[in-house]
């Protein structure tokens, strides 16, 4: 089932998607890190119990990742491929190209056709 947002509808979604935003941020960042720590765990061959705590924190993190990205899917929006931070809002016929564009960290929600800023 395709999920429509007009303006309002779609306004009205930002705290959400602040909240899933800054999710995906933040786990973002700690996978990056984890998975930095594990390549140079391996290369220095350090304890293995200390290896496997760090492989299951990267396996908690990115599946509350997977959680998050669910969430946007299930309101019906997406991550935007070409700009990891922005999530696509699809407009009231359903459709992604007829819809909004909001990025993390910024109040505004843009159309996505024209990347006007909707007040």
Known sequence: MNKAYDRSHA???????????TEITERTHEVRILQGRIALHERRG?????????????????RELRY?????????????????????IPGADGQVEHGFAWEANDPTLRRVSTGTVIT
């Open 46 to 62: 350090g304890d293995l119990e200390n290896l496997l705590d760090l492989k299951a924190t990267l396996a908690s993190h990115r």
């Open 11 to 21: 306004q009205r979604l930002l705290p959400l998607l602040q909240s899933i935003g």
């Open 68 to 88: 998050a990205q669910t969430e946007l899917e299930r309101l019906g929006c997406s991550l935007d491929q070409n700009h990891p931070l922005r999530i696509l």
